[in-house]
C-alpha cells in the first residue's frame, strides 16, 4: 500500500518536531535558560476556555506539561500533513519549502500565544525572536527534507 500525501506530510511533520525540541533543548543548555512555560500557559488557557476541569494542584500542573507538549507535537503534525496536501502535485525547492513549513508553524504557534493572551510577540527582544525562528528555521528544514525524502519526483500526484 502506498503512503499518501497527507501521511508523508504528517510523519515530515512529526520529525519536524522532534527537530524543533532538540534544537530548543540545546539552547536550554547552551545558554542555560529555563523551559519555555508558553505551553503549558496556553493549554491552561485553552483548558478554561473549554471548561475542562485539569483536576486539582499537581495533578492539573502535571497535565498543563503534557498537554503543552502535545499541543506542539499536534501542530507541527498538522502543519506537515497540510504541506503534504498542498504539495503533493509540485516539487518546492528545499529552501522554499522549509520556509514554508517553518514560518508556518511559527505563525500558527506565535498567533496562537497571541490570541490566548499568553504572550505579545510585538514586545519581544532581538533574543527572544532569535530563540523563536531558529528552532522554527530547524523545523521547517527537517519537515521538507523528510519531505523530499518521502515523496521523490517520481512519487508526486498521489
Known amino acids: 500500500m502506498r503512503a499518501t500525501p497527507l501521511l508523508d506530510g504528517a510523519i515530515a511533520g512529526a520529525v519536524g518536531t522532534a527537530a524543533l525540541n532538540m ?6 543548555v547552551v545558554r542555560a535558560r529555563p523551559a519555555s512555560i508558553a ?3 496556553s493549554a491552561r488557557r485553552l ?11 499537581d495533578k492539573a500542573v502535571n497535565r498543563r506539561s503534557g498537554l503543552g507538549a502535545l499541543l506542539g507535537y499536534g501542530t507541527g503534525v498538522a502543519a506537515g500533513a ?3 496536501l498542498l504539495a503533493a502535485r509540485r ?15 511559527m505563525a500558527t504557534s506565535d498567533g496562537s500565544l497571541a490570541a490566548l493572551g499568553v504572550s505579545d510577540p ?17 523545523y521547517g528544514m527537517a519537515a521538507a527534507t523528510t519531505w523530499n525524502r518521502l515523496r521523490p519526483p517520481s512519487r508526486r500526484g498521489g
Not at 483548558?47 to 494542584?57: I, M, R, S
Not at 516539487?91 to 508553524?105: F, I, K, N, S, T
Not at 525572536?129 to 528552532?135: E, L
Open 23 to 28: 534544537v530548543s533543548y540545546l539552547d536550554i
Open 39 to 41: 505551553p503549558e500557559e
Open 47 to 57: 483548558a478554561e476556555k473549554a471548561h475542562v476541569d485539569l483536576g486539582p494542584g
Open 82 to 84: 497540510a504541506f503534504g
Open 91 to 105: 516539487r518546492l525547492p528545499l529552501p522554499v519549502a522549509a520556509g514554508v513549513l517553518g514560518g508556518g508553524v
Open 122 to 138: 510585538r514586545t519581544w527582544r532581538l533574543n527572544d525572536w532569535v530563540a523563536d525562528i531558529v528552532p522554527h528555521l530547524a
